[in-house]
């Protein structure tokens, strides 16, 4: 149990939000009590509030444990430079502590005054590891200098050694980032192609509904598969969809079904696209999350505003 105070950013991120979820979907079973369509939608919108917070603060950390990882070569070999000259280590440490290290000097700060509070080295350093657990490299570097520095070697050497070591992964990443722009490129030309295809898609849908010539089940019907329904486990779907569509205003009849599943495939593709293309371009599936924002950011005003012009 944490005691009061001790509760931290990352704790009330993601839990505040998903309380505020459960808010919204006990309201809304209250207000629209019975109406299933509209609780559907209540806990889609309760789901967005529960988890973006998360993957907002998750894309956040993981961009600034990057920076930290960029000038963790340069904070060693300082280190070194400083260790030569005669200095101790924890001494090195406090004179790098007033340097400037971009993410990584406010951690580098913490050590100092760890150290000035008479925390040995070694658990300062194993500290740093798991304040920064999300970094594979920073926690292998840290490993590595407190076995040579349990084990009295030549730390200044090994110190030296990671630093280049470090500086030589990055630089492959780089290239790596690099050679990865143009898939990057194509998946959001995919997305693009995707949401011209939805839009014939609905433009011929609806304007067959309306017409008349959608045949289903054998038979000509002048609506959408949902007019067909009346019941079982396809009810509540469309109740969904056709919730959607009171929610944006995309109209009614047929065509509102085909509008609201549309809306939904481009939301989807676009939250999931950008993950996988964060996932290809920075290895990270929550550094996607800005080319979902993208993406979604986008193409639902583009489709919401076709439809509102009237095109289609």
Known sequence: MKKIGEWGTKEYV???PPIIGGILI?????????????????????LIIGVIPYFM???????????????????????????????????AIEVCSK?????????????????????????VLKMLSERIKESSMINRSMEIIVEAYKSGGDIVSTMRSIAMDTTIIKEAE?????????????MYLIYFMFIGIILALT?????????????????????????SISGGMSAPICSFFTSLCRVFALGTGSSCYYKSVFLSMILIQGIFSGLVAGQIGENSVFAGIKHSLIM?????????????????
């Open 26 to 46: 006990i309201l809304t079973a209250i207000i629209f009590f019975g109406d299933v369509g509209m609780l559907g939608v209540a806990s889609l919108f309760a």
């Open 174 to 186: 780089k290239e790596r980032k690099s050679a990865m722009t143009q898939h990057i490129f194509a």
């Open 57 to 91: 603060y998750m894309y956040f950390r993981v961009r600034d444990v990057a920076a930290m990882e960029d000038q963790l070569p340069n904070f060693l070999r300082d280190l070194v430079e400083e260790s030569r000259s005669g200095m101790t280590l924890p001494k």
């Open 203 to 227: 433009k011929i849908l609806t304007s067959f509904s309306t017409n008349g010539l959608m045949a289903i089940g054998g038979m000509t019907s002048s609506g959408g598969p949902c007019e």
């Open 99 to 123: 340097r400037d290290y971009g993410k990584l000097s406010r951690e580098i700060k913490r050590m100092h005054n760890q150290l000035t509070w008479g925390v040995s080295l070694d658990k």
């Open 296 to 312: 979604v950011g986008v193409g639902f005003p583009i489709y919401i505003l076709i439809l509102k012009i009237g095109i289609l």
């Open 14 to 16: 993601t839990y505040i």
